[in-house]
T-cell receptor
Framework: NAGVMQNPRHLVRRRGQEARLRCSPM?????VYWYRQLPEEGLKFMVY????????ESGMPKERFSAEFPKEGPSILRIQQVVRGDSAAYFC????????????FGPGTRLLVL | AQSVAQPEDQVNVAEGNPLTVKCTYS??????LFWYVQYPNRGLQFLLK??????LVKGSYGFEAEFNKSQTSFHLKKPSALVSDSALYFC????????????FGSGTRLQVQP
């Protein structure tokens, strides 16, 4: 049973470009979460999605960031017009639907903005 | 608002000695508590969780954690440390109301010396 898959593992963008990060949840998981980790810091929650629905986006920056989890295909975290401060590791996690279910994390995408 | 404190940036222990990584939390209502471990340039691996029931929780790789409600603590322990346990450890909390976002501590780097 494959774990949470994320790609790309590393992404380099110049300021002003767009970054698209993809996440495929574990088999049987229908809930996806995105977190951001700045260097030497803990993870900060960004958004929680179920298929075709954003459930909680309280951690998402108001501008330039968006997320989706379509009926088919992976979840996408999109960052428009990237700035140097967006450089971080972005982790996706997935869980089964139950309230007590554990979130399992992918290997992350390390975004570097030049 | 919920929060997690990991008071030690780094813990050093000799191989074969017991280890403790400290975590205290603040949350409204009853907590769900988690420990994850992160190896360099990798994602987070789930170690164990407390949801309800027995205060002593056993997890992967010989780790265990004790939930103490009066002290709002959830310290991670292992009776005999291995060099391969050297990594970054994160404590996380969420409440049991249905909001799924995990709040993470800043992490504790465990260094096990041979």
């Amino acid at each position: 049973n494959a774990g949470v898959m994320q790609n790309p593992r590393h992404l380099v963008r110049r300021r002003g470009q767009e970054a698209r990060l993809r996440c495929s949840p574990m088999k049987g998981h229908s809930h996806v979460y995105w977190y951001r980790q700045l260097p030497e810091e803990g993870l900060k929650f960004m958004v929680y999605l179920q298929k075709e629905n954003i459930i909680d986006e309280s951690g998402m920056p108001k501008e330039r960031f968006s997320a989706e989890f379509p009926k088919e295909g992976p979840s996408i975290l999109r960052i428009q017009q990237v700035v140097r401060g967006d450089s971080a590791a972005y982790f996706c996690a997935s869980s089964a639907p139950g309230l007590q279910e554990t979130q399992y994390f992918g290997p992350g995408t390390r975004l570097l903005v030049l | 608002a919920q929060s997690v404190a990991q008071p030690e940036d780094q813990v050093n222990v000799a191989e074969g000695n017991p280890l403790t990584v400290k975590c205290t939390y603040s949350v409204s209502g009853n907590p769900y508590l988690f420990w994850y471990v992160q190896y360099p340039n990798r994602g987070l691996q789930f170690l164990l969780k407390y949801i309800t029931g027995d205060n002593l929780v056993k997890g992967s790789y010989g780790f265990e954690a004790e939930f103490n409600k009066s002290q709002t603590s959830f310290h991670l322990k292992k009776p005999s440390a291995l060099v391969s346990d050297s990594a970054l450890y994160f404590c996380a909390v969420r409440d049991n109301t249905g909001r799924r976002a995990l709040t993470f501590g800043s992490g504790t780097r465990l260094q096990v010396q041979p």
